[in-house]
């Protein structure tokens, strides 16, 4: 069976260690859906998250076959536990006269933040797990979405456990 | 603490390591590492004919002593040269420390003259590579690239050198020993499975070891034949595996897969479990993966994780080094202490079935009169040196041949590009191996279309004055690729056959080499003779049955228990 798994990757902040990573993905024929990468804590570690798609069989040897690669410090199959998972999205949406008060409606439904207003357009953030960045896409769509930028999703293990 | 450059830091490093040859071209981008080392004059280097044939005979030279091989080249074309050479090494294991020389760090990224992004290029080829982009970091570096390339599961590692990295000074402080916080290869086997295992082959009524190149990098073969006697269990090779375990041993079936024997992949389709060790379930050795070995329970020993479940599922996965799983394996029969009687008598009905597999397809070719059968030329070639050569190959029917009709006891006796397949390995690896064992016997086995992709390597081994013998088996055809052909497209020879051959007798002596012909069979064993015995390079060309084939062989994609037989 295949499921979304994200994993969260910790890799030496050297130069080219991402596309060690990427390329491991492309050459073995993997598939990533997202993938996100910050400076952490330490500034010689970066943190990867990291969205793929695969049944148990393929997981097991992406994990493997990251750890593997010598800047790789650590991999964690976060979808395996309890986790907390967020992506933000900008949507520049199209908000003439009629719609404007609609677009303002559905920001405060969603809880999200109006970042820009012009004559014509309001560009909106929205945080949230994927399936909220869906559910608000879907909906302002039919509005008129222009413009769209999206983090992809990070995530972390929830309580004591740590990455 | 004392100031270095650059290049002084690579010669040193290389000092440290106990480098003793390297293998290289140069060019303006390493000219300076060049000069040094030629200054300082302790490390010796062999100046190949292309920079291919140094990464080969580096890997050749690994492959036999077990040591990191090293090799130099230049920037741009020198550099990419290296890339097939690296490729081989990666897909058999081979520890290897590759420097390139790169324009100036102000220049990269310019398309300066000369200039590749070979840190780029070979990263899904390395097992690690480096851009030095500041001369503090060298020293950490080159002792980085030594221990990656040589512990775990080893592999090529590739150093880019700036030219002005080479010239620039810092402090040289070399560590003696490096931890990494990312890179902990796993060593020691876990004891649990260990038990596991011992209480799995303890039920087995039908073992069977199959050994992969793994034991050969681990220098595990004392271990594995000790486990297997105690055992009187049968062991099968991979092409990588062979001088794992000694070909003559009445414990030996010989190679498996593709081009194995009927024995061996009989009883991995029949065994009730298979205990593979630094093996890895190649295609070339499982065939159509669902009709694989149905009945076996599988006990898989391997340094690299990613090795484990990764082509079939494992009952009781061992990650470690071989050496040390198989003593621990070794102790865990010992400690069981059943007499040697009990495990005889347990795979008796077993060793039966093997011996009938054995005596109805043995391996075997058809003579024909007055023309020569290239497995005949092999078996005189085994008889003549009493296993003793160093055998390598090139790639294509004369390797398979070769793994077939010589018997390897001794471990890092056959150096083969198994993995990537390379045609054009042979000579320079053989080259590698005569540099390490200046007193053994290497001979490379050759067919005539492998032997033109490095034959220019034939300057270097007159060049170092080595002993070289190359025997060819030309049956002016690109021969493996022909039977292909010939069984599975109508006997279509697209772009196999060679209407024209050079007179490799004639380059011999262009070489300043000895070169010898063998037309018939009656001059076979003649040619060998004198050729093994005459100092200095020898070209032994042998024209042989124009369409002989490799046989067993399991067509691609087909269940190795569907074979096609001599």
Partial sequence: MKHKHTLSVLVENTPGALSRITGLFSGRGFNIESLCVAATLDPTLSHLTLVTTGDDFIIEQIIKQLNRLVDVYKVVDVTEGVYVEREMALVKVKAEDETRAEVLRMCDIFRCKV????????????????SKLKAVIELLKPIGIKEIARTGTIAMVREKKTV | MTKMTGKEMVVEALKREGVEVCFGFPGGAIIDVYDTLERDGTIKHVLVRHEQGATHAADGYARATGRVGVCIATSGPGATNTVTGIATAYADSIPMVVFTGQVPT???????????????????????????????????????????ARSGRPGPVLIDLPKDVQNAKAEFDYPEKIK????????EPHSKQIERAYRMIEKSRRPIFYVGGGVVIANAHKEMKELAEMLHAPVTMTLMGLSGFPGTSELSLGMLGMHGTYCSNMAMAHSDLI???????DDRVTGKIDAFAPKAKIIHIDIDPTSIQ???????PIVGDCRK?????????????????????????WWEQLHAWEERHPLTYKEEPGVIKPQYVIEQLYDLTKGKAIISTEVGQNQMWTAQFYKFDEPRSFLTSGGLGTMGYGLPAAIGAQMAFPDKLVIDVAGDGSIQMNIQELATAQQEKLNVKVVILNNQFLGMVRQWQELFYDRVYAATDFTFTPDFVKIADAYGATGLRATKPEEVREVLEKGLETPGVVIMEFIIAREEGVFPMVPAGKATTEMLLV
């Fill in chain 2, 106 to 148: 102000s220049l990269i990224g310019n398309d300066a003259f000369q200039e590749v992004d070979i840190v780029g290029i070979t990263r899904p080829c390395t097992k690690h590579n480096y851009l030095v982009k500041d001369v503090k970091d060298l020293p950490r570096i080159l002792k980085e690239a030594f221990t990656v």
């Fill in chain 2, 275 to 281: 205990i593979a060790v630094g093996a890895r379930f």
């Fill in chain 2, 180 to 187: 990494f916080r990312s890179y902990n290869p796993v060593l």
């Fill in chain 1, 115 to 130: 970042v820009d207003v012009s004559p014509k357009t309001y560009t909106i953030e929205v945080t949230g797990p994927e």
């Fill in chain 2, 325 to 349: 799983a198989l003593k621990k394996i070794v102790k865990a029969v010992k400690k069981a202490g059943r007499p040697a009687e009990a495990w005889k008598e347990q795979f008796q009905e």
């Fill in chain 2, 310 to 316: 990764k082509n079939v599922k494992v009952d009781i």
